[in-house]
């Protein structure tokens, strides 16, 4: 008996990490006042050419399209696309489709997990939770320190099996309003929501004594 418990303990604390990994995410992806902050503070307008309305327009479209849970045709509004360009965004469009698939399985465990502290008032996978989520910020952090750069070209070789993320300007002239820092500030983001449910997951383990 005790070993099933420690196995589920296991599972449900995965659970949760990947639940609030994921959840940060899609925090941010839909953290648009983020890239309009840095719209005026990166001072995109001057170094891509476009107007404000423009890049608000053309940046509420890539997100709406690579969140939308239909299958749409990817035509950016003022934009030209390359077939490899318009490849990319139909590739991140899946990997955020997999990411809800992840989100809804891990929400659904998580709440088995919840009934299990409630039941044996047991809340000490919320220990756990709390100091995984926040090795992953400090870990990161470390990284994007020493070279955010390969950290960012690292990642997309590892998430995609082609270079199409590679844009040429000429052809797909969207990538002159996604500079590289705006990407950085996002992982930012990610990383203070992780902080954030790490301290929730303090409190809550904090606040309910365990056996």
């Known amino acids: 008996m005790e070993k099933l418990k420690l196995s ?19 925090l941010t992806v839909s953290l648009k006042p983020l890239y309009y902050f840095d719209i005026n503070y990166l001072n995109i307008p001057e170094d891509s050419g476009f107007n404000t309305n423009d890049i608000k327009l053309n940046y509420n479209y890539l997100i709406n399209f690579i969140t939308s849970k239909n299958n749409i045709n990817f035509n950016i509004p003022t934009l030209s696309s390359s077939p490899e360009g318009k490849i990319h965004f139909y590739e991140v469009k899946t990997l955020f489709t997999k990411i809800d698939y992840l989100f809804y399985i891990t929400s659904f465990i998580s709440l088995i997990g919840i009934y299990y502290c409630i039941k044996f008032k047991d809340f000490s996978i919320f220990k756990h939770v709390s100091r995984t989520l926040l ?38 002239p ?18 203070i929501f992780i902080i954030i449910f790490s301290l929730i997951s303090t409190i809550i383990y904090k606040k309910n004594p365990n056996i």
Not at 14 to 26: A, Y
Not at 147 to 156: E, L, P, Q, R
Not at 174 to 191: D, Q, S, T, Y
Request: net charge positive.
């Open 8 to 26: 589920f303990k296991f599972i449900f604390i995965n659970s949760f990490i990947l639940f609030f990994i994921i959840l940060s995410i899609k």
């Open 174 to 191: 969207v990538i002159k309003m996604l500079p590289e820092r705006f990407f950085l500030h996002c992982a930012m983001a990610i990383n």
């Open 135 to 172: 090795l992953i910020p400090i870990l990161l952090i470390i990284i994007f320190f020493i070279n955010f750069h390969n950290a960012f070209n690292i990642f997309h070789k590892l998430l995609f099996n082609n270079n199409y993320w590679i844009f040429d300007i000429n052809k797909d």
